[in-house]
DNA sequence: GTACACTGTTTCACGTATGAAACAGACTGT
DNA sequence: ACAGTCTGTTTCATACGTGAAACAGTGTAC
């Protein structure tokens, strides 16, 4: 049960990762307002880690970074008490392979099989090199 | 870009996947509310197509599901004209490999050595399998 | 019968994210 | 000097997602 459901987006570092691209093309707000469809307004309350996006926004967002909503946002119930500003991983990391599986099956370059092969070499894979020891949970980064 | 911003986060589809999985499982509203923090009545909401869940109940619910967001929900710039209620890819399909090694850079089951390993072995093998013709040349770029 | 416990749905007051527009600076050209 | 155009930020009214609580069924026990 999700311990105490005060679990929060994290959106500063989205913030951080647009003003870093934006920034980085030397586009204005107003530009990048443009090719997202978000308001100026909203993007630099968003730059500023002010409020909470909405869900429409934050695909918008995650879309112009190509980056996966849950790398960016953290959030859930895995959102590491200590560290703040990392990204966090979402899911229970058991759930890896079926990550991928989930992301290749949606994948339109990908027949279904082929799909299916790929993600079975993923699985493979990763199961060979993930938590070597029987307790890789007391790795706890930085 | 982004085609006149009329673009939804697809949330019919992550609806029914909770609907599916609570019905699957036996649970009941309240249960699901109870393990995800999230109301029941807003669930309710939520399975029944009713408005758009924020970002931190759909961050909740994604996690509850062990699917990735972008999977279930669709959204953004690339959400297919056409069909509806299909699970769209949100990103070029060309950004697999990075999704993918972003996902495994957040795994905290794995070093950072490893992880590098492991997406270095995805991409390689995506990019066997990937696009086999040549029409995948759809690309748009900005 | 009528209680009681459960179900999913809807009502309600409240908080807040939103975009348009107003705003304050910085620069440039005239 | 002034005017014009850019920048990011903030104000404002509006829209809407939220959870608690009320509601409407349905089933079971007594």
């Known amino acids: 049960m999700v311990r105490d ?3 929060f987006v994290n959106t500063n570092e989205l913030g951080r990762a647009i003003r870093r691209k934006r920034e980085g093309t030397g586009l204005s707000l107003r ?3 443009d090719e997202t469809g978000v308001s100026a307004s909203t993007l630099s309350r968003i730059e500023n880690g002010t409020g909470k996006p909405d869900a429409d926004n934050i695909a918008r967002l995650t879309g112009w970074l190509n980056v996966p909503m849950e790398r960016i946002m953290g959030g859930g119930g895995r ?12 899911f229970p990391q058991e759930a890896m392979p079926d990550i991928v599986e989930a992301h290749l099956r949606a994948d339109r370059n990908l027949t279904a099989d082929t799909a299916k092969a790929l993600s079975e070499l993923f699985r493979v894979a990763y199961a060979q090199f993930s938590h070597p020891g029987s307790d890789a949970r007391n790795r706890k980064r930085r």
Chains 1, 2 share one sequence.
């Open 79 to 90: 959102n590491a008490e200590g560290d703040e500003n990392a990204p966090v991983v979402y």
């Open 5 to 7: 459901a005060k679990s």
């Open 31 to 33: 530009d990048v307002a």
